[in-house]
């Protein structure tokens, strides 16, 4: 029977495949006439063109007909560019046409119907789908639901359907591998069949065996706020890709992946993901890091890195200031003094030209203050600035006048006569306009430097201003509140602005000089971006995230995250989702939380969530492994041993390993350990390098979001893991691991690690 099954689809297959063939035909001979005629029109380019420079109508015509030839041209390649679009999807197609097949009957129809649906949409005829796109209103009944009933939503509103069959399918290169007909939404058995795969060093796409919870994810599009409480592994970054190609197919026209964007923990791992919107044949969106994003608004400034920010050692007095800096109240804070500065306390620099006072800053704030209330801090600023140019103006007039001006005209030589006059027409009244002109141009060159200090705003000051507003916070703030004396706080901000003369900038403070430039400017933050996804959401905290919804003022936001890894907000991130309620309207705020964990197997999972105290949920998903293994030597090169040994077991399971360890200096000296036991090892020290195939070393900070076949956590011993706030990088550490698990210590093993119970793990006894 089930063999029956399998050539029946087979057959259908077949027949699909036979129609992709036809249209990559029909596409090829679009792309080979479009080819031939953007070559034709090229070689006859000038012969068709008629070039006539001797009258104006004559140069009219030339424009025209150029115009026509680059018209034929742009068609030919538009269409050029489509095909080669269009045979691409087919020729994935026609490898892999569908994964799945949907037998239903709709509610007053004659018939019951059968679509596939694949990773994009194919009709041999307009209306006649052969393939149904994963994205299409009608695919989500294979996500939502088992066999029955099923409701799913449709652009008029929500339909419902008998759903008969429900087919899971394997194709290989054109041939069914496997089938499995299911009843639930999507069939463990295929789920597990994928989660056994080994990894790789890019992310795959999981459109098929997206799970009812991800789903929801992926297709949701009225919530302002989408918050996804999510276990490690639980698919957070696998729903937010494939939301992004939902969302650029069901806002096709309208959406482009320039106007969504994506933050992500750091540069690795947005080269990790880099494939999954391509395989799905979609653009990939804007990807950045908050130190990127910060970076490439501040390019003076020296924002603190991923690794710096780690290994500060916070006092607990900075540690109150940093939770302080990062607030909500901090952000309302600098919102006001905002508003302040509209009336009284904006700093001025003087104008200056060649060294001299040209504008002096005490005008130019008679100037800003002279406009009424209803001036906010943006259209003063531009008042201002119109002013001042009039100003340049009227010295550029009286400065014509002068002798040194008749007499720079007067020595002008040929060259630079001609450098003046550009493409102008040289056609002028008098000589006297001529003049004007020259004097004017020359007087210009002189005050251009004043004039770019005008348009540039470098009449401001931004350092001075934020200076000014952090001596401020005391008045604006009780720091009793936050435990924190005055003297404390003078403290920190002089060594703040120390940092910031030097054009060091932590990322703490960052967002709020950002914050406060944009005040000043009034700049109303990028209005083109639609949707922004920030993965990793608990190593942001309240005011980076008010400052980014400022920001991006027309996005959409979701927000991944697990609060089981906050690595570097540590005990704040509890407090991050109080804060946000306050930030979006509860009406439109969606929270979904994901408890299953699918990177590890259940034997990994059940050992790294005992690390955890009163963690969020996590279930296993049920795949069997083996037991992590953990391992405590006496010394350095014990455990070196330690780990050539179970290298050698991962490789001859074919898993690739990464090895954790907990600082840069730490991953450098194992590596160096391995090398010198000659084994091929790479070290990844930045997140801007890329993850190279076979055994990596890294450190613990660049591990986010990543998975691994095989993880050795180098040295959880005592020293390095005995804080509770170092629990979280434990269970993001351990949690990284796909198939195989070590742990290893040197000297006594991590206290975090005592409560996990023995049956959960085997213990290496050779060293111990
Ligand atoms: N529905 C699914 N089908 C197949 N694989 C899945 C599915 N959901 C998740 N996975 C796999 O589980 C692994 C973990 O997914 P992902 O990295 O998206 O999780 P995450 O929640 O972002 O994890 P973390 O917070 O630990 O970084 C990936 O290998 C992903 O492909």
């Not at 115009?67 to 026609?94: C, I, V």
């Not at 959401?537 to 003022?553: E, G, V």
């Not at 997140?687 to 070393?697: D, F, S, Y």
Request: with cysteine; glycine share 4%.
């Amino acid at each position: 029977m089930a063999k029956s099954i399998k050539a029946s689809e087979q057959q259908h297959l077949d027949y699909v495949v036979d129609k992709i063939r036809i249209e990559e035909t029909k596409q090829s001979e679009t792309i080979e006439r479009s080819e031939n005629d953007q070559a034709d029109i090229k070689q006859n380019f000038y012969n068709d063109v008629n070039i006539k420079t001797d009258s104006y109508e004559g140069m009219m015509e030339t424009g025209l007909s150029v115009r026509q030839q680059q018209q034929m041209l742009d068609e030919r390649q538009n269409s050029w560019q489509h095909a080669t679009k269009q045979l691409s999807t087919l020729k994935k197609l026609e490898k892999n046409a569908y994964f799945a097949r949907l037998d239903f009957h709709e509610a007053g129809e004659p018939a019951t119907e059968t679509i596939y649906i694949g990773l994009s949409s194919f009709s041999d005829s307009p209306d006649h789908f052969l393939i149904y796109d994963w994205r299409a209103p009608i695919s989500s009944i294979y996500y939502d639901g088992g066999l029955g009933h099923v409701t799913y939503q449709t652009p008029d509103g929500l339909q419902s359907v008998d759903v008969q069959l429900k087919r899971q399918l394997m194709i290989e290169d054109g041939t069914i591998v496997t089938v499995y007909d299911t009843d639930e939404a999507v069939g463990d058995s295929m789920l597990l069949e994928v989660l056994d795969e080994k990894s790789d060093v890019k992310m795959k796409s999981i459109v098929t065996t997206i799970q009812k919870e991800q789903n929801t994810i992926i297709r949701d599009t009225s919530s302002d706020l989408l918050f996804v409480q999510g276990a490690a592994g639980s698919g957070k970054t696998s729903s937010v890709l494939q939301r992004v190609a939902y969302l650029l197919y069901r806002y096709r026209g309208n959406l482009n992946a320039g106007q969504v964007i994506l933050f992500s923990p750091n540069q690795l791992f947005n080269d990790y993901i880099n494939q999954v919107l391509p395989e799905l044949g979609e653009q990939n969106m804007v990807q950045m890091t908050y130190f990127q994003y910060a970076s490439y608004r501040l390019p003076h400034m020296q924002v603190e890195t991923l690794q710096q920010r780690f290994e500060t050692e916070n006092t607990p007095t900075m540690a109150k200031i940093t939770k302080l800096e990062g607030s909500l109240a901090f952000f309302n804070a600098v919102t006001t003094y905002g508003r302040h500065l509209e009336s009284a306390d904006m700093r001025f620099r003087n104008i200056m030209l060649n060294k001299e006072v040209l504008i002096p800053r005490d005008k130019i704030k008679e100037i800003y203050y002279s406009f009424n209330e209803n001036y906010h801090l943006g259209n003063r600023l531009s008042a201002t600035k119109e002013e001042l140019i009039k100003i340049l103006n009227r010295k550029v007039a009286a400065e014509m006048r002068t002798k040194w001006v008749e007499e720079a005209v007067q020595d002008l030589s040929k060259e630079e006569l001609n450098d003046m006059y550009g493409n102008q027409p040289r056609e002028f009244k008098n000589g006297d306009e001529e003049f004007r002109f020259l004097a004017r141009k020359i007087v210009m060159q002189r005050l251009g430097t004043a004039r770019t200090q005008i348009v540039r705003n470098r009449f401001l000051s931004i350092n001075m201003q934020y200076a000014h507003f952090l001596h401020e916070v005391p008045a604006i703030l009780d720091l009793d509140k936050y435990g924190i004396s005055k003297d404390d706080w003078e403290q920190a901000v002089e060594a703040k602005l120390a940092a910031i003369k030097e054009r060091h900038i932590s990322l703490t403070t960052v967002s709020a000089y950002m914050y406060l430039h944009d005040l000043m400017t009034g700049k109303k933050g990028q209005r083109d971006i639609r949707f922004v996804f920030l993965d990793e959401i608990q190593d942001y905290n309240a005011f980076q995230l008010a400052f980014l919804k400022f920001s991006f003022p027309n996005a959409r936001f979701t927000m991944l995250g697990d609060l089981n890894q906050a690595i570097f907000t540590k005990e704040n991130s509890h407090t991050l989702i109080g804060e946000l309620e306050t930030l979006f309207d509860p009406e439109k705020t969606r929270v979904v939380q994901l408890t299953k964990s699918y990177r590890s197997t259940q034997q990994i999972t059940d050992f790294t969530k005992e690390i955890l105290v009163n963690g969020e949920a996590v279930t296993a998903f049920d795949r069997q492994g083996d037991l992590p293994n953990m391992a405590v030597t006496d010394n350095f090169e014990q455990a070196v041993d330690q780990v050539v040994k179970q290298l050698a077991t991962n490789n001859s399971d074919h898993d690739t390993t990464a090895i954790i360890g907990k600082t840069l200096a730490e991953s450098e000296q194992l590596t160096e350990a391995l090398q010198a036991r000659g084994i091929h090892v790479t070290l990844i020290r930045t997140e801007n390098q890329r993850l190279a195939p076979g055994l990596i070393v890294v450190p613990s900070f660049l591990a986010k979001g990543l998975e691994f076949d095989a993880v050795i956590v180098w040295n959880a011993n005592a020293d390095n893991y005995q804080r509770e706030d170092e629990r979280q990088l434990l269970y993001t550490i351990c949690s990284r691991a796909m198939h195989e698990l070590t742990v290893i210590a040197i000297g006594q093993l991590s206290p975090l690690l005592t409560r996990v119970k023995p049956e959960l793990y085997t213990i290496n006894e050779t060293t111990v």
